[in-house]
């Protein structure tokens, strides 16, 4: 119950953090001063008989009546404040609160002090109190105007003395005798006061300095992290250039060397049949070399691309196989690769391009342990329950004790100058830890070096149900620009049995959108057109078609201006380049999933 009754009372709406905790204590106090002071009022009228405490007042003061009516109205004043400060402060003016407090508080002791006389209230404690809450909770100028009132009340406690004394000459001499103490005593209090709180506040505005200086080092050490990741995957790509252009170039050669069987057509004698089958084995090896091209541009476009960070499941034994060519262009052709991986699929949870940095570098790392050449063994493989270990290890120069223990050094790097950074294998260690795993290294001088990275094995991710097609023709707009491509496309979706809708621009799109009387199941639109970009393209088709799922044609770059996860719940992304019969098989997988769609007439909308 405590516990609760502490929540409630920190639930504050106040934003400034040292405000919201003064304004937590001040709730009991303000409740105590609300209680204790009509209860200790009521004590006394039942301890003492009325008529009494008005003979006694009688007895030294002119006006005991007056001076009983003020006494029981300043303390009626003085509750009503201290409840009116707990409901400001539940509001959130806090600092309000606390001003009409003391207002209240220093206004009822002039009144007091005026009538009752100096004697009478000198030994008040709840003005040393006001003065202390006005310094720390209102600062420096507040602290000294309630030390002027309080002074003031003392001087007009006196004066009222001097007056109701029937002796005036006698009382001048001595009617202001305590009011230098009295002055100097508060005076002492509140230049403490002003002191500490100075201090305080000071060391408070410095912590909240550092506070945000770190904060901004915080914020400039994640940007450059992230810069000095793209670095190392550019500074990778640098180096797989060479491989990757001599790849290109025998895709490029056997489809060119293979699109000459097309000359047979035209020679004498030759069969009809026969060549319809030689030519379609060409065409299914032209395939396989499109493929196989295709397949090194994305690694590498998805490589490359400077993204956040977005850790994701993965099997890591699908990714070190699809690593593979690029791992094998990174070698010398004196230096073998072996891999050795698993047979089950093994998910953890990495940043997938961050995960193919890490073998990238390892491997590097690896070929330059081998200037003679040599073995560079990759093995995945599980070890324990939830555990899964991936192993690089080289039969290269090795390494001392002494370069061992500082191998994960930022900067540190034995290689000459001009020949490495020294941040490679500092970047693994920090993304291997960042994923929640491990990195040892064991190396002998002349017998090569072993690398071993174990990581936690996470929750595979669930696969898709296939859903059942549409009982009718799934109707797309496509819409592309580039005529050749949207041609094929065209043909294969209608093939496939689907109604086709074509727009060359955005443009064209809207003005279709606009005139379709029956809604498309599917839009199917390519990023980079003349006159818009796909993305602001379904933006303004979302106004017309606002639950049509779309699929956006891109090749996941920077320059696309969009990530690869669309935050339109509707929209996917199909990267280039893809067979046709995969845009097919997309379509009308998205078509069966929202087979909910209405079909009502939309001309009017």
């Known amino acids: 119950m405590f516990e609760n009754l502490q929540g409630w009372l920190r639930r504050i709406p106040i934003d400034d953090p040292v405000d919201r905790s003064n304004a937590f204590f001040m709730q009991f106090y303000f409740a105590f001063m609300g209680c204790s002071i009509p209860l200790n009022k009521i004590y006394v009228l039942m301890s003492v008989n009325p008529r009494t405490l008005y003979q006694v007042l009688g007895d030294v003061l002119p006006w005991p009546k007056v001076a009983l009516g003020i006494d029981l109205g300043t303390d009626l004043a003085i509750t009503i404040a201290a409840w009116l400060g707990v409901y400001l402060t539940r509001n959130g003016h806090f600092r309000q609160a606390v001003a009409w407090f003391l207002v209240v508080v220093l206004g009822s002791a002039v009144l007091a002090y005026g009538t009752l ?4 209230g000198s030994n008040d404690q709840i003005l040393v109190t006001t003065l202390v809450i006005s310094g720390l909770m209102l600062g420096r100028r507040a602290l000294w105007n309630v030390y002027g009132a309080i002074i003031l009340s003392f001087v007009v406690g006196m004066t009222g003395e001097m007056l109701a004394h029937r ?19 508060y005076l002492m209090v509140a230049i403490i ?17 550092h506070r945000e200086q770190l904060q901004q080092e915080i914020a400039e050490r994640e940007r450059t992290q992230e810069q000095l990741l793209h670095a190392q995957k550019m500074d990778a790509v640098g180096k797989l250039a060479s491989g990757v252009a001599h790849d290109f170039n025998n895709v490029l ?4 060397g293979l699109t000459l069987a097309r000359r047979r057509l035209d020679e004498p004698g030759v069969k009809s049949v026969d060549d319809a089958h030689a030519l379609a084995r060409v065409l299914e090896h032209i395939e396989l070399a499109a493929r196989r091209g295709a397949a090194v541009c994305r690694k590498l476009l998805n490589f490359s ?11 890591s034994v699908e990714a070190l196989s699809e690593l593979e060519p690029l791992l094998r262009q990174l070698l010398p052709p004196n230096v073998q690769l072996s891999i050795d991986s698993a047979v089950n699929p093994l998910p953890i949870h990495f940043d997938r391009s961050e995960f193919e940095l890490a073998l990238l570098n390892l491997a590097s790392n690896a070929r330059d342990a081998m200037p003679d050449g040599g073995t560079c063994t990759i093995s995945l493989a599980q070890e324990e329950a939830a555990t899964v270990a991936l192993c690089i290890q080289d039969t290269g120069v090795g390494m001392s004790e002494a370069v061992r223990s500082r191998i994960f050094e930022p900067f540190f790097t034995t290689k000459a100058v001009g020949s490495g950074t020294g941040l490679g294998l500092s970047v693994v260690y920090g993304l291997v830890r960042r994923a929640g795993g491990e990195i040892s290294v064991g190396s002998v001088p002349g017998q090569g070096t072993r690398f071993r990275i174990s990581l936690p094995i996470a929750m595979a991710p669930v696969t898709n149900v296939p859903l059942p097609l549409l009982e009718t023709r799934p109707r797309v707009l496509l819409i592309d620009d580039d ?10 979706l209608r093939s496939g049995g689907c109604e086709v809708s074509e727009a060359a621009n955005g443009a064209e799109a809207e003005r279709l959108a606009e005139a379709m009387q029956r809604p498309p199941h ?7 057109m003349p006159d818009t970009d796909g993305a602001t393209l379904l933006r303004k088709l979302r106004e017309k078609l606002p639950h049509v799922p779309a699929i956006l044609i891109s090749a996941y770059l920077d320059t696309d201006g969009s990530s690869a996860h669309p935050a ?11 067979s046709p019969d995969t845009l097919l098989a997309r379509v009308r997988a998205i078509a069966s999933l929202h087979r909910s769609i209405a079909e009502p007439d939309i001309s009017a909308v």
């Open 117 to 120: 006389g100096y004697s009478e």
């Open 167 to 185: 002796h005036v000459v006698h009382v001048m001499k001595g009617a202001y005798t305590a009011l230098p103490q009295a002055a100097f005593s």
């Open 193 to 209: 006061l002003d002191r500490s709180i100075q201090a305080l506040r000071t060391s408070l505005a410095q912590s909240n300095a």
């Open 253 to 256: 050669g056997i489809i060119l």
């Open 305 to 315: 691309r400077r993204d956040i960070t977005h850790a994701e499941t993965f099997d």
């Open 483 to 492: 005529d050749d491509l949207r041609a094929l496309l065209v043909s294969t």
């Open 522 to 528: 599917v839009l199917v639109c390519d990023h980079t």
């Open 568 to 578: 339109d719940p509707f929209n996917e992304r199909l990267p280039k380049p893809f």
